[in-house]
């Protein structure tokens, strides 16, 4: 399978607690991007990498969220110190660069829930 | 700062009616894409749109853009029970690094 793959799908923790999402674009693809999407609402943007440079950070990304893509590959998605309100769907998507198609390709998300 | 209004936000319709998903979106925008979403599940790109006037036709589905209109429509025909599911549009553009903004989704139910 060459889609977009997250891990873990699902992940339950205690509010206080740290969490870490992985997400691997498909090959060779240049941008990245996060979005959380909470219950009966579109996705919204988190930040966006361009290769290993995150070029992009949204209001939603407090201080207790960080995200990394050390080598233009993989991403990461952390979030420290949980809260309730943090419980939402983690979408990673990836795009290609230099090819105007406009294909733009979800991960199947991971979904947190925070006691 | 991109706004997007998809109407109507809930959608209740029969086995074999037409019906049409209209997006509204606030600045300019140089292409637009629909995603489908099932309950409990991530986005199936249905289409993207990128020009004006585009019109593109899966199926049952039909999505048209208007740039100068800041509109595009998803259209269904003869609907079924399989289309049941969450439709959103995500306009975007070069300057905003392509990041989407989402409408809130339409809840689409086909009653047989």
């Known amino acids: 399978d060459t889609g977009v793959s997250q891990d873990p799908r699902h992940k339950i923790t205690k509010r206080g607690q740290n969490v870490t999402f992985r997400c691997d674009p498909i090959?060779?693809?240049?941008?990245l991007y996060w979005y959380r999407q909470t219950l009966g609402q579109g996705p919204e943007f988190l930040t966006y990498?361009?290769?290993?440079?995150?070029?992009?950070k949204s209001r939603l990304l407090s201080d207790r969220f960080s995200a990394e893509r050390p080598k233009g590959s993989f991403s990461t998605l952390e979030i420290q110190r949980t809260e309730q309100g943090d419980s939402a769907m983690y979408l990673c998507?990836?795009?290609?660069?230099?090819?105007?198609?406009?294909?733009?390709?979800f991960g199947e998300g991971s979904r947190l829930t925070v006691l | 700062e991109l706004k997007v209004e998809q109407n109507p936000l809930f959608l209740s319709m029969q086995e074999g009616k037409n019906y049409t998903i209209y997006c509204n979106y606030s600045t300019t925008s140089d292409r637009l894409y629909w995603y489908r979403q099932d309950p409990g599940k991530s986005l199936e790109s249905l289409f993207v749109?990128?020009?004006?006037?585009a019109v593109k036709q899966e199926g049952r589905l039909m999505a048209s853009l208007d740039t100068k209109a800041r509109l595009s429509t998803l259209h269904i025909t003869a609907a079924v029970h399989d289309l049941s599911a969450t439709y959103f549009c995500?306009?975007?553009?070069?300057?905003?690094?392509?990041?989407?903004?989402f409408g809130k989704g339409t809840l689409l139910t086909v009653n047989p």
């Open positions: 990498f361009q290769n290993e440079a995150q070029l992009e």
């Open positions: 998507a990836s795009s290609p660069t230099g090819v105007n198609t406009g294909e733009l390709f």
């Open positions: 749109l990128l020009s004006n006037g």
């Open positions: 090959s060779e693809h240049n941008r």
């Open positions: 995500a306009p975007t553009y070069a300057g905003s690094n392509y990041k989407l903004t």
